[in-house]
């Protein structure tokens, strides 16, 4: 059987080398595929990355297992993910972050259950991060569950194992969600999780700014759920019903009283509804532009160079 691993790379220069080394050691000593490859994708790195990709897999140690995709752009790490999937060869994929925060010793783990089950997953148990970070993903994985049809575990990221037909499955769907976990969430295909305690990174700092996160929190919810559609149509019949209960009420004041008091209350109430109907137009044009989007033919990544 054939092993293939994926990891996306955004300015890993100083990690690539020790990454390639722990998982090739790793596979080679306890896994013993038929054959295996790595395949690094380059996502937009400014610093020595590809030089370095490029350097190893020269090298009479790596050249023969390490293959690379460089992107022409930072497409982001599911896009990346997914052009190093479709690169892919093995009969069974593992994807994991290129900067050893996923331990490569738990690929024995993956691979002996990978007759069993079609989809390993690793599930972190110790998070490695600031506290208010923890404190934002938990509220946002429970307001993602709560939204959608199906569970989405915040300690389970993209460090995970799949069969051929599995992947096959995902890609076929992965254009319409782009995002690897949530995709494969969709299409209900059943995980067995596989705990384990994240290492901390040994060079350079983590890539996902705040704009990147709350980015990657809107496509999310916009991938799993039409729920923000529904609640806007629910605000709607809302406010139309509030406005017609006040045009009655000023018609009843001005018949009784020849008058229309209470100005204030009626620009409230105006007010209010333009708060709501913006509101409504603000996620319909999320959902719009991303129909847009998925209509327009671009691709989810451009190669720039590959071997």
């Known amino acids: 059987m054939e092993l293939s691993i994926v990891a996306p790379v955004h300015n890993e220069e100083g990690n690539i080398r020790e990454f390639i080394q722990q998982v090739v050691d790793v596979v080679r000593s306890e896994i013993t595929p038929k054959k295996f490859e790595i395949i690094l994708v380059d996502d937009g790195s400014t610093d020595g990355s590809w030089n370095e990709i490029k350097a190893l897999s020269a090298s009479d140690q790596f050249k023969d297992i390490l293959r690379g995709l460089k992107l022409v752009n930072n497409f982001g790490q599911p896009n990346a993910l997914v052009a190093g999937l479709r690169s892919s060869r093995g009969d069974f994929v593992v994807t994991m972050d290129s900067d050893l925060q996923h331990p490569p010793k738990v690929l024995k783990q993956f691979w002996d259950l990978r007759n069993d089950f079609s989809i390993i997953a690793g599930k972190q148990i110790k998070r490695r991060e600031n506290f208010f970070k923890a404190i934002c993903s938990k509220m946002f994985y429970r307001c993602l569950t709560a939204i959608s049809h199906f569970d989405i575990d915040s300690n389970v990221g993209d460090f995970r194992l799949m069969s051929r037909k599995s992947l096959n499955d995902v890609l076929k769907v992965i254009d319409s969600t782009k995002i690897l976990r949530f995709t494969i969430a969709g299409l209900r295909i059943p995980v067995k999780l596989v705990e384990f305690e994240a290492n901390s990174r040994i060079w350079g700092v983590t890539k996902f700014s705040l704009a990147r996160m709350i980015e990657l929190a809107i496509q999310s919810v916009l991938t799993v759920s039409v729920r923000p559609l529904l609640l806007s149509a629910y605000f709607s019949l809302i406010s139309a019903t509030v406005a017609l209960?006040?045009?009655?009420?000023?018609?009843?004041?001005?018949?009784?009283?020849?008058?229309?008091?209470?100005?204030?209350?009626?620009?409230?109430?105006?007010?209010?509804?333009?708060?709501?109907?913006?509101?409504?137009?603000?996620?319909?044009?999320l959902y719009l532009s991303r129909i847009v989007n998925s209509g327009n033919g671009f691709p989810l990544y451009s190669i720039d160079e590959s071997f």
């Open 245 to 285: 209960l006040d045009f009655v009420y000023i018609l009843y004041a001005w018949l009784n009283f020849g008058s229309v008091p209470g100005w204030a209350s009626i620009t409230g109430v105006i007010a209010s509804g333009f708060f709501v109907v913006f509101f409504i137009l603000g996620i319909q044009s």
